[in-house]
């Protein structure tokens, strides 16, 4: 009889050792999509630094290697063409600039030797972020625009508040900087690989 009432003990032990266990890994589930449902319908936040940069801040967003391949083709594929698996990714971030700038500058004449010489207009400009160079030809433009930005991303994590104590972390954010005053950021997100 006692070993019957020792070995029933050791099994629901072990019951609710394998249970608890079960209800851990269930609390941090539940956890990883509440954040991902909070990421998911936040607004990306647009605002300018105090040097005067554009930058953008968004909330991670915390998927599992199945969920990455069926949610986000392109990151993927991006993945597999660089040689690489995605089960060893740690994290990636994508972010999508525009620039835009109104150019002035002067038109010049330039002669260009064909069979005979021809007079034409050119357009030279630089600064730091953009260089335009071309010609116009019979009111046809043809050149170069080459632009320069700089991306600084920071993932930091948001703590949770209390009156004024923090404490914990409340979610994981990337804030995103364009250096080129020229371009906004239009998009950006941040996904982790779950554990």
């Not at 993927?76 to 700038?101: M, P």
């Not at 009111?139 to 700089?150: E, H, K, L, Q, V």
Request: aromatic share 8%; charged share 25%; with cysteine.
């Amino acid at each position: 009889m006692n070993k019957y009432l020792i070995s029933a003990i050791a099994v629901l032990f072990l019951a609710v050792g394998l249970l608890s266990w079960q209800l851990d890994r269930t609390k941090t589930e539940k956890k990883r999509l509440s954040s991902n449902q909070e990421a998911l319908l936040s607004d990306i936040e647009f605002y300018k630094t105090e040097a005067g940069d554009n930058a953008a801040s968004v909330q991670r967003l915390e998927l599992s290697k199945s969920e990455l391949e069926k949610h986000c083709e392109d990151l993927t594929q991006t993945v597999k063409d660089l040689n690489l698996k995605v089960k060893r990714i740690q994290a990636a971030s994508t972010t999508v600039t525009k620039t835009e700038y109104k150019i002035q500058t002067v038109v010049k004449d330039s002669i260009i030797y064909r069979d005979v010489p021809v007079i034409v207009q050119s357009i030279v400009y630089k600064d730091p972020w953009i260089d335009i160079d071309g010609v116009i030809d019979s009111s046809m433009f043809s050149g170069n625009i080459s632009t320069r930005d700089t991306l600084v991303q920071v993932i930091h994590r948001v703590p949770k508040k209390f009156w004024f104590i923090k404490y914990g972390t409340k979610a994981i954010k990337q804030e995103v900087v364009s250096k080129n005053p020229h371009s906004n950021i239009v998009f950006t997100e941040y996904i982790e690989l779950k554990k």
